[in-house]
Protein backbone atom coordinates (compact mmCIF):
# COMPACT_ATOMS: atom_id res chain seq x y z
CA UNK A 1 0.00 0.00 0.00
CA UNK A 2 2.78 2.24 1.39
CA UNK A 3 4.65 2.11 -2.80
CA UNK A 4 1.49 2.63 -4.29
CA UNK A 5 0.79 5.62 -2.20
CA UNK A 6 4.32 7.13 -3.07
CA UNK A 7 3.93 6.26 -6.82
CA UNK A 8 0.88 8.09 -6.54
CA UNK A 9 2.09 11.20 -4.68
CA UNK A 10 5.47 11.21 -6.86
CA UNK A 11 3.30 11.33 -10.11
CA UNK A 12 0.63 13.95 -9.37
CA UNK A 13 2.50 16.21 -7.12
CA UNK A 14 -1.34 16.21 -5.02
CA UNK A 15 -1.28 16.56 -1.18
CA UNK A 16 -4.04 14.34 0.09
CA UNK A 17 -5.62 15.89 3.58
CA UNK A 18 -6.77 13.99 6.60
CA UNK A 19 -10.82 13.16 6.01
CA UNK A 20 -13.51 10.99 8.00
CA UNK A 21 -12.88 7.32 7.06
CA UNK A 22 -16.11 5.88 5.41
CA UNK A 23 -15.13 2.23 6.47
CA UNK A 24 -18.51 2.77 8.71
CA UNK A 25 -20.64 4.28 5.96
CA UNK A 26 -19.64 0.85 4.11
CA UNK A 27 -21.15 -1.11 7.18
CA UNK A 28 -23.84 1.33 6.97
CA UNK A 29 -24.70 1.09 3.58
CA UNK A 30 -27.99 -0.79 1.87
CA UNK A 31 -27.64 -4.14 0.65
CA UNK A 32 -28.31 -2.85 -3.25
CA UNK A 33 -25.19 0.32 -2.75
CA UNK A 34 -22.67 -1.16 -4.87
CA UNK A 35 -20.40 2.45 -4.72
CA UNK A 36 -19.48 4.55 -1.64
CA UNK A 37 -20.88 8.19 -1.58
CA UNK A 38 -18.37 10.91 -1.22
CA UNK A 39 -20.64 13.67 -1.96
CA UNK A 40 -21.31 14.81 1.49
CA UNK A 41 -17.57 15.00 1.51
CA UNK A 42 -16.04 18.84 2.00
CA UNK A 43 -12.97 17.92 0.58
CA UNK A 44 -14.75 15.95 -2.75
CA UNK A 45 -14.62 18.62 -5.46
CA UNK A 46 -18.21 19.25 -6.85
CA UNK A 47 -18.57 20.21 -10.10
CA UNK A 48 -22.43 21.13 -9.51
CA UNK A 49 -23.56 23.95 -7.31
CA UNK A 50 -27.85 25.21 -7.89
CA UNK A 51 -27.13 26.93 -11.30
CA UNK A 52 -24.23 24.48 -12.81
CA UNK A 53 -27.14 21.38 -11.86
CA UNK A 54 -29.55 23.14 -14.12
CA UNK A 55 -27.10 22.72 -17.05
CA UNK A 56 -25.79 19.63 -16.84
CA UNK A 57 -28.31 17.90 -15.29
CA UNK A 58 -29.13 16.11 -12.30
CA UNK A 59 -27.66 12.53 -13.23
CA UNK A 60 -24.60 14.59 -13.57
CA UNK A 61 -24.73 16.23 -10.82
CA UNK A 62 -25.09 13.30 -8.69
CA UNK A 63 -22.43 11.55 -9.79
CA UNK A 64 -20.29 10.20 -6.29
CA UNK A 65 -16.73 10.71 -6.52
CA UNK A 66 -15.68 7.41 -7.99
CA UNK A 67 -18.45 7.52 -10.76
CA UNK A 68 -17.08 11.41 -11.62
CA UNK A 69 -13.12 9.40 -11.72
CA UNK A 70 -14.70 6.70 -13.75
CA UNK A 71 -16.09 9.13 -16.42
CA UNK A 72 -12.91 10.92 -16.61
CA UNK A 73 -10.94 7.38 -16.69
CA UNK A 74 -12.82 6.96 -19.66
CA UNK A 75 -12.83 10.22 -21.14
CA UNK A 76 -9.29 10.35 -20.91
CA UNK A 77 -8.63 6.64 -22.72
CA UNK A 78 -10.68 7.46 -25.45
CA UNK A 79 -9.56 11.32 -26.02
CA UNK A 80 -6.37 11.43 -28.20
CA UNK A 81 -5.14 14.64 -27.01
CA UNK A 82 -4.81 14.71 -23.29
CA UNK A 83 -7.91 15.97 -20.74
CA UNK A 84 -7.20 18.28 -17.76
CA UNK A 85 -6.12 16.60 -14.90
CA UNK A 86 -8.06 15.32 -12.04
CA UNK A 87 -5.50 16.07 -8.97
CA UNK A 88 -8.35 17.10 -6.49
CA UNK A 89 -10.32 14.25 -7.67
CA UNK A 90 -7.51 11.54 -7.18
CA UNK A 91 -5.84 12.79 -3.93
CA UNK A 92 -9.61 12.82 -2.12
CA UNK A 93 -9.90 9.16 -3.52
CA UNK A 94 -6.65 8.19 -1.88
CA UNK A 95 -7.17 9.92 1.07
CA UNK A 96 -10.56 7.56 1.21
CA UNK A 97 -8.69 4.45 0.23
CA UNK A 98 -6.03 4.71 3.07
CA UNK A 99 -7.68 5.77 5.74
CA UNK A 100 -10.28 2.48 4.84
CA UNK A 101 -7.10 -0.09 4.50
CA UNK A 102 -5.88 1.00 7.52
CA UNK A 103 -9.32 0.53 9.60
CA UNK A 104 -9.74 -2.96 7.42
CA UNK A 105 -6.28 -3.74 9.13
CA UNK A 106 -7.39 -2.88 12.53
CA UNK A 107 -10.60 -4.63 12.09
CA UNK A 108 -8.51 -7.94 10.55
CA UNK A 109 -6.25 -7.63 13.98
CA UNK A 110 -9.36 -7.64 16.59
CA UNK A 111 -10.01 -11.13 17.73
CA UNK A 112 -13.58 -9.67 18.52
CA UNK A 113 -14.33 -9.24 15.44
CA UNK A 114 -17.58 -11.68 14.22
CA UNK A 115 -17.74 -13.70 11.30
CA UNK A 116 -20.19 -11.25 9.30
CA UNK A 117 -17.31 -8.68 9.91
CA UNK A 118 -14.77 -10.52 8.10
CA UNK A 119 -17.52 -10.92 5.46
CA UNK A 120 -17.86 -7.32 4.93
CA UNK A 121 -14.07 -6.65 5.74
CA UNK A 122 -13.55 -8.95 2.51
CA UNK A 123 -16.28 -6.92 0.53
CA UNK A 124 -14.20 -3.62 1.39
CA UNK A 125 -10.97 -5.15 0.14
CA UNK A 126 -11.81 -5.95 -3.19
CA UNK A 127 -13.74 -2.20 -4.26
CA UNK A 128 -10.24 -0.83 -2.57
CA UNK A 129 -8.80 -3.19 -5.16
CA UNK A 130 -11.25 -1.58 -7.61
CA UNK A 131 -10.89 1.37 -6.52
CA UNK A 132 -6.72 1.06 -7.10
CA UNK A 133 -7.12 -0.90 -10.75
CA UNK A 134 -9.11 2.10 -11.93
CA UNK A 135 -6.66 5.21 -10.48
CA UNK A 136 -3.60 2.88 -11.59
CA UNK A 137 -5.54 3.33 -15.49
CA UNK A 138 -6.06 6.55 -15.30
CA UNK A 139 -2.30 7.62 -14.21
CA UNK A 140 -1.04 5.17 -16.99
CA UNK A 141 -2.88 6.79 -19.42
CA UNK A 142 -1.59 10.25 -18.96
CA UNK A 143 1.82 9.04 -18.50
CA UNK A 144 1.53 7.27 -21.85
CA UNK A 145 0.62 10.33 -23.48
CA UNK A 146 2.97 12.97 -21.73
CA UNK A 147 5.48 10.77 -23.00
CA UNK A 148 4.36 10.52 -26.54
CA UNK A 149 3.77 14.18 -26.84
CA UNK A 150 6.33 15.24 -24.79
CA UNK A 151 7.60 17.93 -26.82
CA UNK A 152 4.14 18.67 -28.35
CA UNK A 153 3.17 19.45 -24.63
CA UNK A 154 6.52 21.49 -23.60
CA UNK A 155 5.96 23.56 -27.00
CA UNK A 156 2.68 24.18 -26.57
CA UNK A 157 1.84 26.53 -23.20
CA UNK A 158 -2.12 26.25 -24.01
CA UNK A 159 -1.97 22.85 -22.51
CA UNK A 160 0.63 23.41 -19.66
CA UNK A 161 -2.71 24.06 -17.36
CA UNK A 162 -4.36 20.68 -18.09
CA UNK A 163 -1.26 19.10 -16.38
CA UNK A 164 -0.50 19.04 -12.53
CA UNK A 165 3.36 20.23 -11.82
CA UNK A 166 4.67 17.32 -11.58
CA UNK A 167 3.48 15.90 -15.38
CA UNK A 168 4.79 18.94 -16.54
CA UNK A 169 8.13 18.75 -15.05
CA UNK A 170 8.15 14.87 -16.13
CA UNK A 171 7.16 16.07 -19.88
CA UNK A 172 9.94 18.64 -20.14
CA UNK A 173 12.66 16.23 -19.03
CA UNK A 174 11.34 13.22 -21.06
CA UNK A 175 11.37 16.10 -23.84
CA UNK A 176 15.23 17.29 -23.21
CA UNK A 177 16.30 13.36 -23.27
CA UNK A 178 14.66 12.39 -26.32
CA UNK A 179 15.98 15.81 -28.03
CA UNK A 180 19.45 14.63 -27.00
CA UNK A 181 19.25 10.96 -27.63
CA UNK A 182 17.66 11.81 -31.52
CA UNK A 183 21.01 14.31 -32.21
CA UNK A 184 23.93 12.30 -30.14
CA UNK A 185 22.54 8.89 -32.37
CA UNK A 186 21.61 11.02 -35.72
CA UNK A 187 20.82 14.07 -36.16
CA UNK A 188 24.49 14.93 -35.60
CA UNK A 189 25.41 12.83 -38.23
CA UNK A 190 23.04 14.38 -41.03
CA UNK A 191 23.75 17.67 -43.32
CA UNK A 192 23.26 21.02 -41.00
CA UNK A 193 20.09 21.77 -43.15
CA UNK A 194 18.65 18.54 -41.70
CA UNK A 195 19.12 18.29 -38.29
CA UNK A 196 15.91 20.01 -36.61
CA UNK A 197 13.31 17.95 -35.18
CA UNK A 198 10.86 20.58 -36.23
CA UNK A 199 11.04 20.27 -40.30
CA UNK A 200 7.81 18.73 -41.61
CA UNK A 201 7.71 17.35 -45.10
CA UNK A 202 5.08 16.83 -47.31
CA UNK A 203 3.68 13.66 -47.28
CA UNK A 204 6.01 12.15 -44.38
CA UNK A 205 5.26 12.08 -40.99
CA UNK A 206 6.15 14.79 -38.71
CA UNK A 207 9.46 14.68 -36.56
CA UNK A 208 7.13 16.05 -33.35
CA UNK A 209 3.73 13.84 -32.77
CA UNK A 210 1.05 15.89 -31.67
CA UNK A 211 -2.42 14.53 -30.90
CA UNK A 212 -4.47 13.64 -33.82
CA UNK A 213 -7.55 15.89 -33.59
CA UNK A 214 -9.12 14.39 -36.55
CA UNK A 215 -9.38 10.95 -35.39
CA UNK A 216 -12.91 9.78 -34.97
CA UNK A 217 -14.41 9.07 -31.42
CA UNK A 218 -18.37 8.32 -29.91
CA UNK A 219 -19.23 10.46 -27.94
CA UNK A 220 -22.74 10.61 -25.48
CA UNK A 221 -24.47 13.42 -25.03
CA UNK A 222 -24.83 14.15 -21.31
CA UNK A 223 -27.36 17.51 -21.77
CA UNK A 224 -28.82 18.55 -24.65
CA UNK A 225 -25.90 20.16 -26.63
CA UNK A 226 -25.70 23.53 -28.66
CA UNK A 227 -24.66 23.10 -32.44
CA UNK A 228 -21.98 21.88 -33.67
CA UNK A 229 -20.01 22.38 -36.70
CA UNK A 230 -19.10 19.32 -38.56
CA UNK A 231 -15.76 19.07 -41.23
CA UNK A 232 -18.50 19.21 -44.05
CA UNK A 233 -19.64 22.71 -42.85
CA UNK A 234 -23.11 21.69 -41.84
CA UNK A 235 -24.28 22.02 -38.29
CA UNK A 236 -25.77 19.14 -36.40
CA UNK A 237 -26.98 19.37 -32.56
CA UNK A 238 -26.90 16.25 -30.16
CA UNK A 239 -29.69 15.74 -27.15
CA UNK A 240 -29.33 14.39 -24.15
CA UNK A 241 -28.20 10.73 -24.59
CA UNK A 242 -27.73 10.83 -27.60
CA UNK A 243 -25.01 9.28 -29.12
CA UNK A 244 -22.55 9.93 -32.44
CA UNK A 245 -19.11 9.23 -34.00
CA UNK A 246 -17.50 12.36 -34.80
CA UNK A 247 -14.03 13.80 -35.22
CA UNK A 248 -12.62 15.09 -31.84
CA UNK A 249 -11.97 18.25 -32.75
CA UNK A 250 -15.89 19.02 -33.11
CA UNK A 251 -16.91 17.95 -29.60
CA UNK A 252 -13.38 18.82 -27.71
CA UNK A 253 -15.09 22.31 -26.15
CA UNK A 254 -18.11 19.77 -25.37
CA UNK A 255 -16.11 17.22 -23.74
CA UNK A 256 -13.75 20.13 -22.25
CA UNK A 257 -17.64 21.95 -20.70
CA UNK A 258 -18.28 18.34 -19.41
CA UNK A 259 -21.58 18.63 -21.63
CA UNK A 260 -20.59 15.25 -23.51
CA UNK A 261 -18.92 12.10 -21.94
CA UNK A 262 -16.49 9.36 -24.61
CA UNK A 263 -17.52 5.98 -24.79
Known amino acids: MASWDDDFNTFMGADARPSESFIDRARAAPDDDDDVDMGDDPGVPRHAGPAHVAVLGQDVAEETAFQQLIRHWMNERHSPDILPGQEMLLGR ?21 SE ?5 IMLVQTEIERVKFVVRSYIRTRLHKIEKYARHISSTPDVHGRLSKAELEHANRYSRLVEYHFKQSVLQSLPEQQRSLEENIVFMPPMVPSP ?21 GTATEMKKGEISMTPYHVVEHLLLRGEVELV
Request: glycine content about 0%; aromatic content about 2%; overall charge negative.
Open 116 to 120: EEHFR
Open 93 to 113: ILDHVRKQSNDVELLRADPDS
Open 212 to 232: DMQRPVIARALVDCPPMRLPD
